[in-house]
């Protein structure tokens, strides 16, 4: 069964920071670009970083640029996002995405999706 598990989220105060880890399971994710998305409650689901299949290359939504960092360890076919900073605007439920085509900021090429982790930034 092919599927991705997102770990790692939480409560956590505003100026804190969190790593979400995003694993692999029945593929591997060197095959692939991985996007990392978030919704908030009444809200679309948004981009927030991507990688390409090396992680060499990576984008990320102004939002969060110079916050938050996409890291890739083939090895253990496990993405993460490491969250510093974190802001009260920042909970949401964040979802990693693995994408066949290559590295891309379209939510629909995505081909596979974690279930989610809630990440609440509050005082």
């Known amino acids: 069964q092919l599927q991705l598990v997102e770990s790692g989220g939480g409560l956590v105060q505003p100026g804190g920071s969190l790593r979400l880890s995003c694993a692999a399971s029945?593929?591997?994710?060197?095959?692939?670009?991985i996007g990392w998305f978030r919704q908030a409650p009444g809200k679309e689901r948004e981009g927030v970083g991507f990688?390409?299949?090396?992680?060499?290359?990576?984008i990320y939504a102004d939002s969060v640029k110079g916050r938050f960092t996409i890291s890739r360890d083939n090895a253990k076919n496990t993405v993460y996002l490491q969250m510093n900073s974190l802001k009260p605007e920042d909970t949401a439920i964040y979802y990693c995405?693995?994408?066949?085509?290559?590295?891309?900021?379209?939510?629909?090429?995505?081909?596979?999706w974690g279930q989610g982790a809630q990440v609440t930034v509050s005082s």
């Open positions: 995405a693995a994408a066949s085509v290559g590295l891309c900021v379209v939510r629909d090429s995505y081909d596979y």
């Open positions: 029945g593929f591997t994710l060197d095959s692939y670009a």
């Open positions: 990688t390409g299949r090396s992680g060499f290359r990576t």
